[in-house]
């Protein structure tokens, strides 16, 4: 009997410590030794990442804390740098949640953004790291600031079996935005494809999206998102990113449907297009992306519209840049809008074109500009532009009133660019009255015109030679008055270089 009694005493002292610690485990964190979680972390961690934490304690209610959380890249160049951090990671068994306060990822791997270097250390080989398998869990994550994204929560359901990884429902919700417009998506990391992949739609403005860009180091699309101004609400947006695990090649696509305020200055009523960015490394060490802004649909305040792409190759240091468009706006506004500081005047109406332009990246040395392409416009008051306004004064002196009766509506092109130097030999400028060609260069460098320009007075089935001065100015349907046309585009300088003016002196 007395060792009954002795053996329930025991037992009863137990449960009652047991009672303690249990209670005092759901009141006090219990800390645990820093370097021993550090250490087992590292141990399933995959290789050159190295974990570190200040410190780590355990709750029977909230689970396991870890407090300022630092990740380092040990194959980076920039090793010493923290590749990911966090203020806090709070994991609850019980409950499968996970809270992740202020993480912060802010660059991808050295790979993707150095050119042509071959001390950048890429995977070649079959990935032996693997997820440990676990049940799915609610990640939160609050005061995010990935890749530029910064967000105030993110919440998503994460499924870890042995070679994917995945988030599902993932919730995003910009800081001061209406939570009805959230943004909503997944993402997965699947080794065996050696892939990442993920999606979200909902909204966002130029001003969230942005640093993005900045973070992705492709320059050449941030004129083309700035340019968008005073849009009075939250764009309608989807996201999806497709990154290479091997070689860091990197696939970014985002369509945009803007309701309108501006776009470099020019109203619009309402606009839409998709930007595409990629990235990838080819022979071995060369890095090459492409920034595509394509499907663009865009109407003006009156209706007119535009459409085309803007696409952005680059490779080895040189950029590549192709233009395709179709518009009824005013060349001047299409001119705005391709953020070209070119004043053309607003007289003129539709325009077509394509063209290449090859150029160093970072440079602004025009020499090395070349390129070439077709250009057309139709349906304007061409001699009205400001380039050709000195014709138009010398042809109102020898014949009164031309200047009220000049429709040049009509221009098309061919062109070439070679070291800075833009060349056309087919330059064709025709309205009822008048016939303009001009063959000639424009120095791209040195802002020089060196143009040729023959004038056909009268065209021959022109309705001023037909119905007012046929009987009288016949001599003039065989002539051709001829001009040098030198100065810059803003100061165009027209010499008259043909020997009409006898023909006119010797009438008078």
């Known amino acids: 009997m007395k060792f009954f009694r002795i053996f329930f005493g025991t037992m009863k002292w137990v449960f009652i410590v047991f009672c303690v610690l249990i209670a005092s485990l759901s009141i006090w964190d219990l800390k645990l030794p820093g370097r021993l979680v550090v250490d087992t972390i590292n141990n399933f961690a995959p290789h050159g990442l190295k974990f570190e934490c200040r410190a780590a304690s355990f709750n ?33 068994p019980f409950s499968r949640i996970v809270r992740v306060d202020a993480p912060k990822y802010t660059r991808l791997p050295d790979s993707y953004y150095y050119e042509a270097s071959t001390e950048v250390s890429r995977v070649k080989e079959d990935f032996e790291f693997d997820f440990p398998n676990l049940p799915v869990f609610r990640l939160i994550m609050t005061n995010a600031d990935i890749l530029g994204i910064q967000a105030e929560l993110v919440e998503g359901l994460v499924g870890i079996h042995e070679r994917e990884f995945s988030v599902k429902q993932i919730e995003l919700q910009w800081p001061d935005f209406d939570p009805a417009k959230n943004m909503h998506g997944f993402c997965w990391v699947n080794l065996d494809k050696r892939r990442v992949y993920g999606e979200v739609r909902g909204y966002a403005t130029v001003e969230k999206i942005r640093p993005l860009i900045v973070c992705l180091d492709v320059p050449v699309a941030l004129p083309y998102m700035d340019g968008f101004t005073e849009i009075p609400e939250p764009v309608d947006a989807f996201c999806s990113w497709d990154v290479n695990l091997m070689n860091n090649d990197f696939t970014l696509k985002l369509d945009l449907n803007p309701k309108m305020g501006k776009y470099n200055g020019v109203a619009m009523s309402e606009a839409h297009g998709k930007i595409e960015l990629k990235t ?7 890095f090459k992306y492409m920034t595509k802004i394509h499907d663009v649909r865009a109407s003006g305040e009156n209706g007119r519209d535009l459409q085309g792409l803007v696409m952005f190759e680059g490779d080895d240091g040189m950029v590549k840049a192709t233009v395709k468009a179709n518009s009824t706006l005013p060349l001047q506004e299409i001119l705005d809008i391709g953020g070209l500081d070119i004043k053309v005047g607003d007289r003129t109406g539709k325009t077509s074109g394509d063209f290449t ?10 020499t090395k500009y070349n390129g070439g392409g077709h250009f057309e416009v139709k349906d304007g008051q061409l001699a009205q532009m400001p380039l050709f306004m000195g014709l138009t004064q010398f042809l109102s002196e020898k014949v009164p009133g031309v200047s009220y009766i000049v429709d040049q509506n009509h221009a098309s092109f061919d062109f070439k660019i070679e070291d800075g130097m833009f060349t056309s030999d087919n330059i064709v400028i025709e309205g ?39 009987p009288i100015t016949w001599v003039f349907t065989k002539l051709l008055m001829e001009f040098r046309l030198t100065g810059s585009l803003d100061n165009p300088e027209w010499e008259y270089v043909s020997v009409i003016d006898r023909v006119w002196d010797g009438g008078k």
């Open 357 to 366: 332009l090859s150029f160093p990246r970072g440079a602004q040395d025009a």
């Open 432 to 470: 009822d009255l008048f016939t303009i060609n001009l063959a000639g260069s424009y120095d791209m460098v040195k802002d020089n015109l060196d143009v040729n320009v023959q004038v056909n007075i009268v065209k021959d089935d022109g309705l001023l030679k037909k119905y007012l001065i046929r």
């Open 280 to 286: 990838h490394i080819h022979d071995g060490d060369k």
């Open 60 to 92: 029977l209610l909230s689970g396991l804390s870890l407090k300022d959380i630092s990740i380092f890249d040990e194959t980076s160049r920039r090793s010493s740098e923290v590749l990911m951090s966090a203020k806090s990671v709070k994991i609850n």
